[in-house]
């Protein structure tokens, strides 16, 4: 959804200024994080489209991010209460932006 959108120069802008050593040629070179950015910038926001908040999209992307966090990083407490349900009505939204023709 994001690739088609943006251009390289756009996605390797938001790449971690500290990881030189990474080339940044499509959105699958990006972390989780970095889509974050892509997102949270006005310009590339607008470039979607989408009749969103962008602010509250962020949010929502945000405690994705959390969650993936934990679970990549092997959190020994494991994941919250509800954060398979938050996975699940993320996945959902954006699976009906794609079925609508939104992304």
Known sequence: ??????TQAEMAAVKDPTDAERSVQA???LTFGEYQRLIENPSNWSQFNLSLDRAVFVKQLDKVRLIRNDVMHFDPDGIEEGALEVLRDFARFLSDLQTIGAM
């Open 1 to 6: 959804m994001l690739g088609s959108k943006l």
């Open 27 to 29: 959105v699958s070179d």
